[in-house]
Each structure stands twice: as C-alpha cells, then as structure tokens.
C-alpha cells in the first residue's frame, strides 16, 4: 500500500509548456524528497523539504511543502526534453530511522 | 566519488530457481538499503541496514528472500526459490544516514525476470 499519492499518473507535454505534479498523504512526514529516474538507473534526489510551507527553487524546477507536511507539489517552468523520466515523491516519519516511503511516480514526457 | 555498485544488471531465471544480487555501497555510507521496484510502482523498502546491522526487514519475505552485509560494507540480497510475481527492479542504496537531510544514492538496479 502506498501512503502517498501522486498524481498524474502520466503526462505528456511539448517542450516549453509547463506543468505540476503532485504527492499527497494523510500521513505528517518530518522530511519528504523528490527524485528523478530515467529508464535502467536508479532514482537521483532532486530536492528535500523540511519544512511547512517551505519553496525551494532549482533553476526551472520549484517545490513546495505543504503547511501540514501532507502534501508537495513539483512545478516545472519551460519543460525541455531532458525533463522526460518519472518523477518519484518519498516521504520520512520522524520515527523512521530514516527509511522512506515512495509514492508510485509520475511519468513525464516532454517532447520537442 | 564511486557510485553505488550492483552486479549482474540482468537476471532470467525460471521459478523454483535461486538468484542472489550484488551490492558495493558508496565508502563511508553507514546505512544501506534493499528495494524492490515493480513496474509502474514506486520502490518498496524490503531491508534496511545500519552498519552490519538490520534496522528495518518487516517488508521482506523472509520464508524465500535473505540478506546479508558482512563487515557493514557490502551486501547480498539473495531469493530461493523464486516466484514469478518477484520480477521486478532491485535497488541498492546507500545513505550516511543522518536525517533529516538522508539523501540515499541509488545504483542502476538488478532487472530480474522469473520466467
């Protein structure tokens, strides 16, 4: 069972659009992640968030924790070909020694 | 730095039959991870050390899946005997371990196929 929710399940956009992906839970999480995995590799971190309501920005990609630490969202501004991959949210509990929980992802295509 | 190291990257075998899986952490990462990623689904933590120590194993299917990290170092994930239902993407990560900031670094993967 998946404690977080990501939707879309897929998306497929032209280069320059832009798009949002979101993860949600009804669980609180002390830390959540984002992470990138492109077709035979393993998932790379994007981005961790801490704190409710925080916004981190990297370069055309911004994230957003929730102010109950529910919930995130992954902003792409001007998405380019190299954005294609499945986007995966992972969640930590404060009593979890680390260990997160992954979402199922996101599929994003962006072609030119 | 090195990156997380998995061997073989490809696994046929047929149900019944025994595999086991590779894997040589970043040096120095105290934490490593077992996951199984099955098509169109996130991964899942099957096991979890600390140092040679098992922190987390509640998701793993002890009566046919055993992993061991001899030395805290590397470590072996192994299934005997396989289902087919085990075909899937296992992962090996490795961490330093320090929350909240615990970003764990992924190697390629195992694809395994029961057949």
């Known amino acids: 069972t998946q404690l977080l929710e990501q939707s879309p399940q897929f998306l497929s956009i032209q280069e320059g659009e832009n798009l949002t992906v979101y993860c949600n839970s009804s669980?609180?999480?002390?830390?959540l992640q984002w992470y990138r995995q492109e077709p035979g590799e393993g998932p790379v971190l994007l981005v961790t968030?801490?704190?409710?309501?925080e916004v981190k920005k990297l370069k055309r990609l911004t994230f957003q924790f929730g102010d109950a630490r529910k919930d995130s969202s992954l902003h792409i501004t001007a998405a380019q070909p190299g954005d294609t991959g499945l986007y995966l949210c992972?969640?930590?509990?404060?009593?979890?020694?680390?260990?997160?929980?992954f979402g199922a992802g996101t599929q994003v295509v962006v072609t030119p | 730095e090195a990156g997380v190291a998995q061997s073989p990257r490809y696994k046929i075998i047929e149900k019944r039959q025994s595999v086991a899986f590779w894997c040589n952490p970043i040096s120095g990462h105290a934490t490593l991870y077992w996951y199984q990623q099955i098509l169109g689904q996130g991964p899942k933590l099957l096991i979890q050390f600390q140092n040679n120590g098992v922190v987390d194993d509640s998701q793993l299917p002890k009566d046919r899946f055993s992993a061991e990290r001899l030395k805290g170092v590397d470590s072996t994930l192994k299934i005997q005997p396989a289902k087919l239902e085990d075909s899937a993407v296992y992962l090996c990560a490795s961490s330093l371990g320090l929350p909240p900031y615990n970003e764990q670094f992924f190697g390629p993967g195992t694809r395994l196929t029961v057949l």
């Open positions: 669980s609180v999480f002390s830390s």
């Open positions: 992972a969640g930590a509990t404060t009593d979890s020694w680390g260990k997160l929980q």
């Open positions: 968030v801490v704190t409710g309501g």
